[in-house]
Structures are given as C-alpha cells and as structure tokens.
C-alpha cells in the first residue's frame, strides 16, 4: 500500500493555514485602515518594540531581520517604503559603520502607538474562544516548537 498523506491531520499543513488565515485577520487592521503591507508592519512593530524598551532607540536591518524572520530584501523594502512615509529614519551605525540602525520617527511612533492597541484586541477577539488556560497552553506549546526548529537549523 502507498503511503497517503491526509492534510487535515497534517500538522505541518494546518499550522501553516492556521498562521495565513491569523495573518489575514490581523491585516484587516493595518492594511485596511492604514495600508501597510505585512512586512512593513513585521518592521513597524520590531522598530517600535525597540524603541518603547531600549533607551538607545535604534535597532539594526540585521536585528530587524533575525527578529521577523524576513529576509534581507523584504526588510531593505520595507525600511525603504516606511521612510517614504516618514514612519522610519535610518542612519549609518556608530558601532560598525558598513551597518544602518532605523529608529522610529514622531509620526512612526504616533502610528506605532495607534495601531498596537488595536492589533491587540484584534487578538484577544480570537483567542477569546479559548479558555484561560488553552491560551497559556497555546504559547507554551508555540513556543516550545519554536525552540525545537531553531536548535534543528
């Protein structure tokens, strides 16, 4: 008997329809109201979590790029479209002068601010079909397969 392979029992698969469909339901918020496209917000929301935790405020392509998970041409377009729109503002790095830091700017920091709290309900709208306790399981789990692949590369 050939081996079959049944996709709705699929891990791998499901997963992977699980995460588009999420990314679909999240853009509904920025890309709808505030026509970012999904890499230029995986860089607004890296840019912006530096900028509300770090007191330097900056963060590298390359940091932005281990960060996202988004190679090096999706964040160089998305930096590039960001500051068309004056949300970002890239600079030579005074560490290592062949690398750019990017750091929000006023009107980056305002957008910033106004689209997290919305993303974020955006979020407990869908995990509210979850308890309390699947919702602490879900993470643990994600975050455990995530350690998983990333020992396995």
Known sequence: MKPSLELNQYFPYQFSILAQQMSEYIAKIY???????RFEWRVLACVGQQ????TTKTISGKDIMQITQLDKMQV?????KLQQGNYLSQETSTTDRRANTVV????????YQEIVPLVLAQEQALLSHLSDIEQQQLIAITRKLSQKLAHEQ
């Open 76 to 80: 160089s377009r998305a930096i590039a």
């Open 51 to 54: 900028h509300c935790s770090d």
């Open 31 to 37: 890309k709808k109201q505030y026509g970012l496209s």
């Open 104 to 111: 929000l700017t006023s009107q980056g920091e305002l957008l």
